[in-house]
């Protein structure tokens, strides 16, 4: 089955750069990866997504100009590469990954991954 495994979340000042892993494993079919985030008393928040099989990546208002998701298909990873960091970047990372098959609701919508992983903290200090 599939599984994702998040890693590199951290605390930060402002103004500084973090890189998150999510490995993934199991076998899917024109994977589509994604990092959401949610902050305390927030919804879940689309980040960015990449379509692995032709690298079309599309990326939330809030992190467009500073944050780049990367998939490495030798290691079955997707990257978030996050720069110029904010203290409203504070919250918890997840990775998420769909594949054909899977009812489709749009690209930010959570419900349209089926698979998540367990998240990782980020936390940006003014």
């Known amino acids: 089955q599939v599984q994702l495994v998040e890693s590199g979340g951290g605390s930060v000042q402002a103004g500084g750069s973090l890189r998150l892993s999510c490995a993934a494993s199991?076998?899917?079919?024109?994977?589509?990866m994604a990092w959401f985030r949610q902050a305390p008393g927030q919804e879940r928040e689309g980040v960015a997504v990449?379509?692995?099989?032709?690298?079309?990546?599309y990326y939330g208002d809030s992190v467009k100009g500073r944050f780049a998701i990367v998939w490495d298909s030798a290691e079955n990873t997707a990257y978030l590469r996050m720069r110029r960091l904010k203290p409203e970047d504070t919250a918890t990372y997840y990775c998420?990954?769909?594949?054909?098959?899977?009812?489709?609701?749009?690209?930010?919508?959570?419900?349209?991954?089926?698979?998540w992983g367990q998240g990782t903290q980020v936390t940006v200090s003014s």
């Open positions: 199991g076998y899917m079919n024109r994977r589509r």
């Open positions: 990449i379509y692995t099989w032709d690298g079309d990546e």
């Open positions: 998420a990954a769909t594949d054909d098959g899977h009812d489709w609701f749009g690209l930010f919508a959570p419900q349209s991954w089926p698979y």
